[in-house]
């Protein structure tokens, strides 16, 4: 979508926000899913992103803001932002350049920066969804934003299972048979979701697909 200040906004499945532009600021609130930002340059007018308790800060670029269950995180693709963390937490605010993301809780505080390939262009953005040693919890919260029948997992321990594949975000079934044939979980489906659960000693494997 593109916002009334020009930049434009590329929202992924089950997300949703609204913007706020006036001639003195330029305001957005992520309420709930992901978000690829590509702002106007304005230096009179900071571009600002509320979600999940933390605010993004820039004058113009491209960035990426991702909610999931425990955390947020927000990846530069080109130029500078500042990250702050919610009111009443202790850690400092950051300022990411390209290549550069930083991951928090939801209740605000920021961990430490970690560098990335900005040189690819999100992959959510063609369709694709790329994890690397990612909880299986933040995993299956991004794929079920494209599902009709939502998974749920049935444990903590299997929900904290890292994960590694690629998957096309219209082929996420993939995950479950990718489970299943390892053998960390069986998978029950019910009228409302297809429920993980774990098989024995396996569930706190590391696994790749």
């Known amino acids: ?107 605000g505080e920021l961990q430490a920066i970690e560098s990335f390939d900005a040189g690819r262009v999100m992959p959510w953005l063609r369709g694709m969804l790329v994890y690397r040693d990612e909880p299986l919890a933040d995993v299956v919260a991004d794929m079920n934003r494209y599902r009709t029948l939502k998974i749920s997992i049935a444990d903590e321990v299997l929900a904290r299972m890292p994960i590694t594949m690629a998957v096309r975000t219209d082929q996420t079934d993939a995950l479950i048979a990718g489970l299943e044939a390892m053998r960390f979980t069986t998978a029950e489906q019910t009228p409302r979701s297809v429920v993980l659960r774990p098989i024995g000693s396996q569930r706190a494997r590391r696994t790749s697909m």
Do not use: C, W, Y
């Open 1 to 107: 979508m593109k916002l009334a200040d020009g930049s434009v906004v590329t929202l992924s499945a089950s997300s949703s926000l609204h913007a706020e532009m006036s001639s003195a600021t330029r305001s957005v609130d992520l309420d709930a899913g992901r978000a690829f930002f590509d702002v106007a340059p304005d230096r009179t007018r900071p571009f600002t992103v509320d979600a999940g308790g933390v605010r993004v800060q820039v004058v113009g670029t491209e960035f990426d803001v991702n909610i999931s269950p425990a955390k947020v995180r927000v990846s530069v693709a080109r130029g500078v932002v500042e990250v702050r963390p919610g009111v009443g937490h202790s850690s400092r605010g950051v300022r990411l350049v390209a290549g550069q993301r930083v991951t928090t809780s939801q209740s």
